[in-house]
């Protein structure tokens, strides 16, 4: 641990914050959904991806793989997210087949058998009785038996409770060639081949009659509309997240070192309920708020500089993002508050136009137009009709929250009511943006005339990012709670300490 770290000593003002705020979250504490209101949602997920699917079609899902840290310790597991959309199930070694065609029995859940020596070391694994209590699924079987499964399946033979009169509709369609199996494809997998492409390469050798299809798109389409249970899990996760920001703000101070800003912020999660941060948090100050995605945490906070704070928890596998921008000190310099009021601007803009029928690229638009016209008054860029504010606003205004925080999605897609994203301006003044520009005569003319303003401006970053929700009544920002305008923060460094 570096010089300063983070220790709950008894007189420490970061341990009272932080155990004002847990003494809190006994009261305030999000419950999550009951066990009967989670597995009957899954249940019409399953229904409406088998409308997708077809009768002739099969699908074979497998649950993330584990993954090693050093030697004989794992990273955390964290379960597939479309395989947890249809399942609920968090534990690896799952596999789900859905044959929509089938008279009955058109889901199986297969789950890793019970094993008493390896749950003394890693904890009790799920029953079938618990499994299918969770999931909704009525056919469970030993993950043993997947492969199995799947060579009767494809060699037109019954296999355990699925019966060959059962599977007709399928079976048929082999013999006539139109079957569709289909897979999951992730072509951003590490590994060499994933297990859908393993199995889809297996199979193509082994068998006949059906044409291997990608059920990713069909996935995609589903999760972009959030059920009316995810909307309440997803507010709920927002506000966990809110709450711990908040207390991040009330240890922010002079001296402290940004590590224990993020160590305050993912206590008051877990307190509240989440499982893990939904992303590593982002708690960047001074310089280091120019960096979007600053994966430290070392440096000491110094007075007068702005602490960028980029942190969400992830309460029953939803995740929203949220991001301030604050005044280490608690209060705004005059040059600090001409880049946060661009910003904000910008923020107020980009949310009037997120209405049913709008796009992200109609949103992204009143955002761009808002940050153009805040740099040409400061002097940081000198045209307004070209990209010259890419130096400074680098990156997109809006992105699909979920299951992912980065969710999946059409970006192309018109808005509807059930859809949940971020919309998240920012500005990042790096002297070290104008070294990256080549040296034509175009961008010299440019860069003599803003290098004032960028000095001026050096090493000040912002961004401002709310979680919205769209609803029949209207948008709703769900992490509204948090402070956000000048006015709101310093009363509340001032005042929420």
């Known amino acids: 641990m570096p010089p300063g770290g983070f220790t709950l000593h008894p007189r ?5 914050i932080v155990l004002a705020a847990l003494l809190a979250c006994c009261v305030l504490f999000a419950t999550t959904a009951s066990a009967g209101e ?72 297969f789950v890793k058998d019970r094993n008493p020596a390896q749950e003394h070391w890693t904890g009790p694994l799920l029953s079938f009785e618990e499994a299918r209590e969770m999931s909704g699924i009525e056919t469970v079987l030993p993950s043993s038996q997947f492969e199995s499964f799947v060579t009767a ?32 494809l992730d072509d951003s997998a590490t590994d060499s081949l994933s297990p859908a492409l393993e199995l889809a390469r297996k199979i193509r050798e082994r068998f006949v009659g059906f044409v291997v299809a990608d059920a990713a798109p069909l996935l995609t389409d589903l999760r972009t509309v959030k059920t009316p249970l995810e909307r309440t899990m997803l507010t709920r996760s927002v506000e966990l997240s809110v709450e711990a920001q908040k207390v991040g703000m009330r240890a ?35 310089p280091n708020a120019t960096i979007l995605h600053y994966p430290s945490g070392d440096r000491q906070m110094k007075a007068g500089e702005l602490l960028l704070v980029d942190a969400a928890g992830n309460f029953g596998y939803l995740a929203g993002d949220i991001t301030r921008t ?22 107020a803009e980009a949310i009037k136009a997120a209405r049913p029928g709008a796009t992200f690229a109609d949103i992204h638009r009143k955002a761009v137009d808002a940050i153009k016209a805040g740099l040409l ?30 969710d999946v999605g059409d970006t192309k ?16 003044i790096r002297p070290s943006a104008l070294d990256g520009l080549s040296r034509t005569p175009e961008n010299l003319a440019f860069i003599d005339k803003v290098l004032p303003a960028v000095r001026k401006y050096a090493d000040i970053g912002v ?15 769900l992490s509204s709670g948090l402070p956000k305008t000048v006015e709101e923060i310093e009363a509340f460094m001032r005042t929420g300490r």
């Open 413 to 428: 897609r018109p808005l509807e009511t059930g859809m949940a994203f971020t919309i998240e301006p920012g500005l990042y």
């Open 38 to 109: 989670l597995s009957a949602d899954l249940a019409a997920r399953r229904v409406r991806l088998a409308q997708r699917l077809g009768a002739d079609s099969m699908l074979l899902m497998w649950s993330a793989p584990e993954r090693r840290y050093s030697r004989d310790v794992d990273y955390e597991y964290r379960q597939d997210s479309n395989l947890y959309y249809l399942t609920g199930i968090t534990q690896p070694e799952t596999m789900l087949v859905m044959m929509p065609g089938n008279q009955s029995r058109r889901e199986v859940l």
């Open 12 to 16: 420490s003002r970061i341990t009272r």
């Open 153 to 184: 399946m494809l060699t037109r033979r019954g296999y355990g409770p699925i019966e060959s009169e059962q599977a007709s509709r399928f079976f048929d369609a082999l013999t006539t060639g139109t079957a569709r199996v289909r897979f999951v």
């Open 252 to 286: 922010a101070r002079p001296g402290a070192f940004e590590y224990e800003i993020k160590a305050a912020i993912e206590a008051v999660q877990r307190a509240r309920g989440a499982s893990s941060w939904a992303y590593p948090s982002i708690v960047g100050s001074g």
């Open 463 to 477: 961004r401002i990012e709310d979680s919205f929700l769209l609803e029949d009544s209207g948008l709703h920002n």
């Open 326 to 347: 604050y005044p280490v000190s608690g209060t705004f310099s005059p040059i600090q508050k001409d880049i946060y009021a661009i910003v904000l601007q910008a923020q």
């Open 377 to 406: 008054k400061l002097g940081l860029i000198t045209d307004t009709s070209g990209d010259q504010y890419r130096t400074w606003f680098t990156h997109g205004t809006s992105h699909y929250i979920g299951i992912d925080v980065h």
